[in-house]
């Protein structure tokens, strides 16, 4: 099975714009969870989706959202960029059992 | 509050000997944990897991122990390899109808030929 995919690799933006991220789940696992990696912070939950929709969000600001298709496949989108928001975000995927996620290799954004 | 700590941000140690990576938690709803290894850049890769109903859980190399009165888990690799260098993260996750997981910091494995 190809594992989660996540595109682009690699984005810079800078300050006021925004960013859509994109993620293909392992096929069949239905389950979307999102990541932020940051320096300070490490590896923080930003949100799930489960069959279209979202079941659990973390503490971040609505400048944060997600949605997911029907083919599980989903998007993150940052609005209003702030130099803070520069990480490493990571997707990933589960089956219902084992409760185990798969990441993807993530997307590098910096925003200048 | 960090409910999931590594309190070691790095570790040394020869190859083939024993690497001991150690993990608290201070949720008692924690009912599975998880072990990643990373390396810069890259995404997470899954190592291996363990439910709270068992106290221990191996897969080749690598074994996890679960300390419930604790709160404290523990992976071993035995025995360690060069390529085994990279950061290590536990994880925990409550079941509730969401995975959320919750990571430490991280300890950053070198192992020394």
């Known amino acids: 099975k190809a594992g989660v995919t996540q595109t682009p690799r690699y984005l810079i933006k800078t300050r006021g714009q925004q960013v859509t991220l994109s993620c293909s789940p392992i096929?069949?696992?239905?389950?979307v969870s999102w990541y932020q990696q940051t320096p300070g912070q490490g590896l923080q939950f930003l949100f799930e989706y489960f069959s279209e929709t979202q079941r659990n969000k973390g503490n971040f600001p609505g400048r944060f959202s997600g949605r997911q298709f029907s083919n599980s496949r989903s998007e993150m989108n940052v609005s209003t960029l702030e130099l803070g928001d520069s990480a490493l975000y990571l997707c990933?995927?589960?089956?219902?059992?084992?409760?185990?996620?798969?990441f993807g290799p993530g997307t590098r954004l910096t925003v200048l | 509050d960090q409910q999931v700590k590594q309190n070691s941000p790095s570790l040394s140690v020869q190859e083939g000997r024993i690497s001991i990576l150690n993990c608290d938690y201070t949720?008692?709803?924690?009912?599975?944990f998880l072990w990643y290894k990373k390396y810069p850049a890259e995404g997470p890769t899954f190592l291996i897991s363990?439910?709270?109903?068992?106290d221990k859980n191996e897969d080749g190399r690598f074994t996890v122990f679960l300390n419930k009165s604790a709160k404290h888990l523990s992976l071993h690799i035995v025995p360690s390899q060069p390529g085994d260098s990279a950061v290590y993260f536990c994880?925990?996750?409550?079941?509730?109808?969401?995975?959320?997981?919750?990571f430490g910091k991280g300890t950053k494995l070198t192992v020394n030929p």
């Open positions: 994880a925990a996750s409550v079941w509730g109808g969401s995975e959320k997981l919750v």
């Open positions: 990933a995927s589960s089956p219902p059992q084992p409760r185990t996620q798969f």
């Open positions: 949720n008692s709803m924690f009912d599975y």
């Open positions: 363990i439910s709270s109903i068992k």
């Open positions: 096929s069949g696992h239905r389950s």
